[in-house]
């Protein structure tokens, strides 16, 4: 276990592995006489680099231990983040880690307990992927700013992806002079982190810095909780294998990318295995990729294992797992073929690589249905049929989805997402288990207020619903028998006419009519047009009044709609917004309104954050810019 301030860290050893850009800083104890001398004569600079990569064994290890917790730090930028890491660091293995170059940081807490923090991106899509795997996430909050949109786009999508453990903390407190306002903020941005949260969620201060860095002293109750908190299952996530990639290697043959750079890559991906165990054979998703079958997986020796852990196995024990399946906790090299050129061209060594196993009912694309509603900080409605990105079970991707109200046999289509209720949602993609949770942002917007545009659940896999719409059906009179016209241009044959014998028809100056039957069967005029090409599709109808030749006349009829058979699973990475996006909560809100939630802005944000202007409209979020920052005011 972590201990602070002991003679014992002094014996810690921090290392960084490198391979492809990425850095994984390995923080463990020595233990016995002997691995302390030795130890002691890298840390003089004798050997360490050969110490430093990871040997690698093709057979499969017997770890029985879990895989280390993952600790997601996640806050607007600029908050504190990689300053906590680093802090954590310090605290847990007396090292400094002066900058933190990869996507996880794995620190060996003694015999029982293994952690890696993981700097959330600010990215929407980095915040997805970041919900899915936290095991801990440890909410950032500015106090001397205030609340800002990425808190709660990420605790949205924690809440719709399981809600692993989360604690609140508190940072650039030492900001404040007046001792006095330093209290009322902490207070108030704590009840709203418990209204957030529940009642006893963890919260913490960190008013002060030392040399850039945390203190120590506030940092230990942090350290504390992290090392003996009780880390809950996130159900959701047992149904299949998943890892956290915390090294990449990009093994395609030189040659091949010397002739062609954009060709496919053939990589190379370790981390531990968590979720559930891992069957030969099992495809993978890699988040913003795509689906992959693995060419080849190996367990390789745990480079952070537990210091009583013994990797090696006996023969038995190898061969069963290697007939088998690989058990949860062992740390794998997955071996894939043919990636598109994407991964390498946007390759970011800082930022986490989900990658999530596929089960063979979502390994097939077709029609997914979904209970969607509009997340009520979003301030643009969803057009139907424009793309969105739709998070579903490991996957992200882009798709068009048609929404609709839920009828009972017929769903009819809308033309947007409704303001405030739920709506049917249809779009073409691989295939989810059904209940399982669906947000939705819009593809084309990275700068919106609130990112997240939408929240559902999957209501059917592989099943189309039918969806309709209302449309116009246009004819013109070519003769007309006082009450009684032909219409011609509205059908195209005799039969069609039959099935709407009845339906109702409309001039455009409003007079109504009925449509009776096809002109063959209208005795007069079939003799007077025989031989005529017009002898199909003109129909006789009767009107309350005379129609005149140059009135247009119209049949609404319901059509079905065809949802677009198209996705694209590669997302290429989008930048964080560069704006502050400051959210400001109105304590007391006028009684009408009590438990509304409608974001509303802020000339003022200082000024004006306890005071309730009814001037503001009363559901539509307003935005303006101030200078560099967007202030909403939720009531
Ligand atoms: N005074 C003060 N400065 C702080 C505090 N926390 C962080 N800082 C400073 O804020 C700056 C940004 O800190 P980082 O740790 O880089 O913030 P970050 O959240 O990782 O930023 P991004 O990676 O850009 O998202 C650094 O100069 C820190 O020293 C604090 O509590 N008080």
Not at 26 to 46: A, L
Not at 309 to 314: E, G, I, S
Request: aromatic share 10%; net charge neutral; charged share 25%.
């Amino acid at each position: 276990m972590a201990s602070s301030g002991s003679n014992q860290q002094d014996h810690r050893l921090v290392t960084y592995c490198r391979s492809n850009n990425l850095y994984t800083l390995k923080v463990y104890e020595p233990h016995g006489k002997r691995e302390v001398k030795k130890r002691k004569r890298d840390d003089d600079g004798e050997s360490q680099q050969d110490s430093l990569h990871t040997p690698e064994i093709n057979l499969p290890t017997s770890q029985e231990e879990e895989p280390p917790y993952v600790i997601v730090v996640q806050g607007p930028p600029n908050v504190g983040k990689s300053l906590l890491i680093k802090s954590l660091v310090k605290y847990y293995t007396n090292q400094q880690l002066d900058d933190i170059q990869g996507p996880v940081v794995t620190v060996v807490l003694g015999e029982l307990r293994r952690i890696q923090f993981v700097e959330c991106p600010n990215n929407i899509n980095g915040m997805i992927d970041a919900a899915k795997y936290a095991d801990l996430v440890l909410l950032l909050v500015d106090a001397a700013f205030g609340y800002e949109m990425e808190t709660f786009e990420f605790l949205n999508l924690l809440k719709i992806h399981g809600f692993p453990n989360v604690a609140g903390v508190l940072t650039h407190l030492d900001e404040f002079v007046d001792t006095e306002k330093l209290n009322e903020t902490k207070q108030r941005l704590g009840r709203q982190f418990w209204k957030e949260i529940n009642d006893g969620a963890e919260l913490f201060y960190l008013s002060q810095l030392s040399n850039g860095m945390y203190q120590n002293c506030q940092i230990q109750k942090l350290a504390e909780f992290i090392s003996a908190m009780k880390f809950y299952a996130v159900p959701c996530r047992d149904a299949q294998p998943y890892m956290l990639v915390d090294r990449f290697e990009d093994v395609t043959p030189p040659e091949r990318a010397h002739i062609d750079k954009k060709c496919d890559r053939n990589i190379n991906l370790y981390g531990y295995l968590r979720g559930c165990n891992m069957k030969r054979g099992t495809k993978m998703h890699i988040a913003g990729v795509g689906d992959f079958p693995i060419n080849g997986i190996t367990s390789v020796i745990d480079p952070y294992p537990l210091l009583s852990a013994d990797n090696r196995d006996n023969l038995d024990e190898v061969t069963r797992l290697d007939m088998e399946s690989f058990r949860t906790g062992t740390y794998i090299r997955l071996e894939i073929q043919d990636v598109s050129f994407g991964i390498a061209e946007n390759f970011d060594p800082c930022h986490p690589i989900l990658v999530g196993g596929i089960s063979l009912e979502e390994d097939k694309v077709g029609y997914l249905q979904v209970r969607l509603k509009r997340h009520i900080w979003q301030e643009k409605l969803l057009k139907t049929g424009e793309p969105v990105v739709v998070s579903v079970g490991w996957r992200r991707y882009e798709t068009r989805p048609i929404y609709a109200i839920e009828g009972s046999r017929l769903n009819e289509k809308l033309p947007y997402t409704p303001w405030d209720a739920y709506c049917l949602a249809m779009f073409w993609g691989p295939l989810a288990a059904p209940t399982g949770p669906v947000a939705v942002h819009n593809a084309a917007d990275n700068e919106g207020v609130f990112r997240i545009s939408a929240t559902g659940v999957v209501l059917d896999s592989n099943q189309a619903a039918k969806i309709r719409e209302i449309s116009k059906r246009i004819g013109i009179p070519c003769e007309i028998y006082k009450k009684t016209a032909l219409i011609k241009d509205m059908f195209k044959s005799d039969s069609e006419i039959k099935k709407f014998e009845g339906a109702l028809v409309k001039t455009a100056r409003g007079v109504g009519g009925e449509v009776k039957t096809a002109r063959g069967v209208f005795g007069k005029i079939i003799k007077a047009r025989e031989g005529d090409q017009l002898t199909q599709g003109i129909v006789r109808c009767s009107f309350r009044s005379e129609i005149s030749m140059s009135d247009e006349v119209f049949m609404p009829v319901w059509k079905q709609v065809e949802v677009p058979r198209a996705f694209n699973l590669f997302s290429a990475p989008w930048k964080s917004n560069e704006r502050r996006r400051a959210v400001v909560f109105v304590e007391e809100p006028p009684s009408f309104l009590a438990g509304s939630k409608q974001l509303e802005l802020s000339d003022d944000y200082q000024a004006k954050k306890h005071v309730w202007s009814k001037k503001i409209p009363k559901v539509k979020v307003a935005q303006r810019n101030y200078g560099d920052e967007r202030l909403l005011r939720r009531g």
